[in-house]
């Protein structure tokens, strides 16, 4: 009997990509440095981070829509991603700027001098002379590389070995995944936790040795890198819930009890995806940051892993495409409602202004949309493709 390949058993899967792919051409052809120039780099830009949310959106949706944990520490694995490729990109840029004036004097420049040149330019705003020891691997891209993975992920596998074991679930799970993104945030504000800290890292959207590429053709090189990574996760993820781990973890979200009744290792399973999940996210912010330019530990306040949560569950919770629609529609309409692009309403007496009133929005479409629409924006396609099958 032959097995029907995953793919075509997720037919979600092959519309997602489908769309991805489309969406990637179109904004390539319409950007400034490969098409047209209709669409300008700043909205290109835009665009990539909007792909990077949205697979931060499809961890949350793994570790809340299909396990039932609601993480409300996801951005902090976001913005350590960040934090660890800003760590080289900053030292990378300031080592070719200090070289470039060292070079000048009639001695050669000795590797010390051209390293105290280094920590000064980044550490002299903070009043420090000497590098932190995190910043030790900063000079290689090959192992903050592999940081971007391994800080997040030992951080979430600590953390959820630590409360799987104990049997923390439900809301104290969450405010447990709260206390400790604000606590880690708390840290980084400090000066001396060596990540500079509340100015944090800038200057993020200069790769070093890319001086003579324009930011027009960057800002489309990472709108490819962002789709291309929102691909193979998304593909990634709807292969880990499609088969009978995905049916497991379920079936832990929807009664943890009778599953470890069953003789199923519950903690396994959950410490697994929530840690799978983290480097995801964390993946997702290594390739946001150099697209906004600079990272602080603002970040990474809870708010920030609220809003993903938010964004989850207005597209709908517990469906990977769910996920990328609610990160799309409500990121962008954030960004259009907070850029004063949105028209005010004139009422007597009072006139709205979107800026301020954009939040209060967001939150009353949260509201409505867990008393009245559970399913979110993906229940109205889970109803079109209901009526097709009676058809």
Known sequence: MTRTPFILRTPSTLIVLAVLAVFTLAVTLLSAA????????????????????????????????YLGILSLGQMAFFALGGYMIGQWL??????????????????????????????????????????????????????QLILVVAVPGLLALVFGWLAFRSRVNGVYLSILTQAMTLALALWLFQNDSGFRGNNGLSGLQNLPGLDHVGQARLSVWFLWASALALGLFYVLAAWLVSGKFGSVTRA????????????????????????????????????????AGIINPAEMMPIASIYLAVWVAIGGRGRLYGAVIGAFVVSLLSTWFTGGRAPSINLPGYVVNWVDWWQVALGLSFVLVTLYAPKGIAGVFDLIGRKEDRA
Not at 91 to 117: H, K, M, W
Not at 119 to 133: C, D, H, K, R, W
Not at 261 to 289: R, W
Request: one cysteine or more; a negative charge; aromatic letters at 10%.
């Open 252 to 291: 832990i979200r929807d009664d943890e009890t009778r599953v470890r009744f069953l003789g199923y290792p519950v903690e396994g399973f959950k410490l697994v995806v929530f840690t799978l999940a983290a480097m995801i996210t964390a993946i997702a912010g290594a390739l946001y940051y150099p697209q």
């Open 90 to 143: 900053m030292y990378a840029r300031t080592e070719g700027i200090v070289a470039a004036s060292l070079s000048g004097n009639p001695i050669p420049f000795t590797p010390q001098e051209l390293r105290d040149g280094v920590t000064n330019q980044i550490f002299g705003v903070v009043g420090s002379a000497e590098l932190p020891m995190v910043w030790g691997f900063a000079h290689s891209l090959t192992l």
């Open 34 to 65: 490969y098409g047209t120039g209709a669409i300008p780099t700043s909205m290109v830009k835009t665009l990539g981070m909007t792909l990077c949310l949205a697979l931060a959106a499809v961890a949350m949706d793994l570790v809340w829509g």
